[in-house]
């Protein structure tokens, strides 16, 4: 089946580390994206990435970086410059007329 | 830029009422998408249902339909017979594009909405 995969599903940062959060899709699509999803807030665009080897900041870029080698697969690194991680992590793709497909997240936690 | 307002962070309902949650937005645009996702204790975003701005018909899924009033920038969830499955986070959410947008989609702060049964 199609879809969206990401990994790992909790993810634990000491401080001054950096991590990598994995999105991968299979449906073909396009267009993916990163949102930070904190209690009260919403989610929020972190990048997104139109076509591969492109990518486009955000609303709350500061503290992350991204990179789109191939269409299938987005990764997300989180960077110790990123002073408050703990959230939920959603990946998305989409492709016009079809709409958007969310995976089902990643929990990081600084201990 | 978008803004996307949902000005209830929380309601609670007896099963089987029917209950509506509100989503305001801003935008220049005259061409538009708007959506509602839920997102169940799971936190996977399921999407409920999504209205193109250029249809005057309000969209409807089974128990789910919209008000959908273009001139106020208002876009109202109404889900009739409620069932305590759809106890989750609902989105309220707005993008230019139908899919493969440059900016994604804007989301409103969500309503958690609570069926008691």
């Known amino acids: 089946d199609g879809g969206i995969t990401q990994s790992p599903k909790y993810l634990f940062r000491k401080e001054g580390q950096n991590v990598t959060l994995s999105c991968e899709q299979n449906?073909?699509?396009?267009?993916m994206y990163w949102y930070r999803q904190d209690p009260g807030q919403g989610l929020r665009l972190i990048y997104y990435?139109?076509?591969?080897?492109?990518?486009q900041k955000g609303d709350i870029a500061e503290g992350y970086s991204v990179s789109r080698e191939k269409k299938e697969s987005f990764p997300l690194t989180v960077t110790s410059a990123q002073k408050n991680p703990t959230a939920f992590y959603l990946c998305?793709?989409?492709?016009?007329?079809?709409?958007?497909?969310f995976g089902s997240g990643t929990r990081l936690t600084v201990v | 830029a978008q803004t996307v307002t949902q000005s209830q962070p929380e309601m609670s309902v007896q099963e089987a009422e029917t209950v509506t949650l509100s989503c305001t937005y801003d935008?220049?645009?005259?061409?538009?998408?708007l959506f509602w996702y839920k997102q169940p204790p799971s936190r996977q975003m399921i999407l409920v249902i999504r209205?193109?701005?250029?249809?005057?018909q309000n969209a409807t899924e089974n128990r789910f339909s919209v008000n959908f009033q273009k001139a106020a920038k208002s876009f109202s969830l109404k889900i009739s017979d409620s069932q305590l499955g759809d106890t989750a986070m609902y989105f309220c959410?707005?993008?230019?594009?139908?899919?493969?947008?440059?900016?994604?989609?804007?989301f409103g702060k969500g309503t958690h909405l609570i069926i008691q049964p």
């Open positions: 935008t220049s645009e005259n061409n538009y998408y």
């Open positions: 990435s139109q076509i591969v080897n492109d990518f």
């Open positions: 959410a707005f993008t230019i594009n139908s899919g493969g947008g440059a900016d994604g989609l804007t």
């Open positions: 209205q193109e701005a250029y249809k005057q």
């Open positions: 998305a793709s989409s492709t016009p007329g079809y709409g958007y497909t």
């Open positions: 449906l073909n699509h396009d267009a």
